[in-house]
């Protein structure tokens, strides 16, 4: 960090400060009270699965399994506690190039998420 002049140092501060701004500018209405634009993508991502595989979105809702139970964290923390930190400029990189996309893009790539590679593993799984 020594190397790097007061001047340089002050304009990566500006640069986090925009991209966080920039980030959080579609996504206001997801930390206000009842946080309604995360309850909106939670209820949209519910939907999309049982239009993609019925059968899983089926079993999970037999289970008692609410997709608020798992998805909230997701949203609310945009994958950061989920993946290894190592990749979190990348994702934060890719949320920055989708621009006011970001919300349905999360959506799809949850569902993904979901139903990819566990599927069968979903299915077999009780949960209570």
Not at 79 to 105: C, H, K, N, S
């Amino acid at each position: 960090m020594s190397d790097l002049s007061s001047d340089k140092i002050s304009n990566v501060e500006a640069d986090c400060y925009w991209c966080l701004s920039k980030l959080l500018d579609g996504m206001q209405d997801h930390y206000t009270f009842a946080q309604p634009g995360i309850q909106r993508l939670v209820f949209k991502l519910k939907e999309l699965v049982r239009r993609i595989d019925d059968p899983v979105s089926s079993h999970m809702e037999n289970q008692g399994l609410e997709f608020l139970q798992f998805a909230f964290r997701w949203f609310n923390c945009l994958l950061i506690r989920e993946i290894p930190f190592q990749l979190v400029t990348r994702l934060w990189d890719t949320y920055l190039a989708e621009g006011d996309a970001l919300p349905d893009f999360l959506v799809y790539i949850f569902a993904s998420f979901l139903l990819t590679e566990p599927q069968p593993y979903l299915l077999l799984v009780e949960y209570w």
